[in-house]
C-alpha cells in the first residue's frame, strides 16, 4: 500500500520555523523525485520546492527561495522541507508528492499538513 505521510504542520508566528517531514512507503523511494506543494484557501496550489533522486538538484519558488530548504534521507524513506522566516503568505496546506523519474510514470500524493502563520 503507497502512502506518504506529512507531518510536523502546526501554528508558528511570523519569523518562526517549522520543519515538514514526509514519510514513504509502499514504492521504491529512492527511484521517485519528490516535491512540497502547497494550497492557500481560495488559490490554487503551486510547487513550493522539489529535489531529484539523489538530493544533489533542487529547486524553489520565488516566493520561498533563501528562506525554505527542501531535503532528503533515502534510507529513511523521508523528504524534509525546513521552512523559516515564516510569513503570513506561507498558511496552507502543504502536500508531499512523488514523481517515477522513468517509466511506468508514478505520482503519489500525501493528505496534507495544514501549515498556520499568525501572531
Known amino acids: 500500500q503507497v502512502q506518504l505521510v506529512e507531518s510536523g504542520g502546526g501554528l508558528v508566528q511570523p519569523g518562526g520555523s517549522l520543519r515538514l517531514s514526509c514519510a514513504a512507503s509502499?514504492?521504491?523511494?529512492?527511484?521517485?523525485?519528490m516535491y512540497w506543494y502547497r494550497q492557500a484557501p481560495g488559490k490554487e496550489r503551486e510547487l513550493v520546492a522539489a529535489?531529484?533522486?539523489?538530493?544533489?538538484?533542487?529547486n524553489y519558488a520565488d516566493s520561498v527561495k533563501g528562506r525554505f530548504t527542501i531535503s532528503r534521507d533515502n534510507a529513511k524513506n523521508t523528504v524534509y522541507l525546513q521552512m523559516n522566516s515564516l510569513k503570513a503568505e506561507d498558511t496552507a496546506v502543504y502536500y508531499c508528492?512523488?514523481?517515477?523519474?522513468?517509466?511506468?510514470?508514478?505520482?503519489?500524493w500525501g493528505q496534507g499538513t495544514q501549515v498556520t502563520v499568525s501572531s
Open positions: 529535489i531529484g533522486i539523489t538530493g544533489g538538484s533542487t
Open positions: 508528492n512523488g514523481k517515477r523519474v522513468g517509466f511506468p510514470q508514478r505520482d503519489y
Open positions: 509502499g514504492f521504491t523511494f529512492r527511484n521517485y523525485a
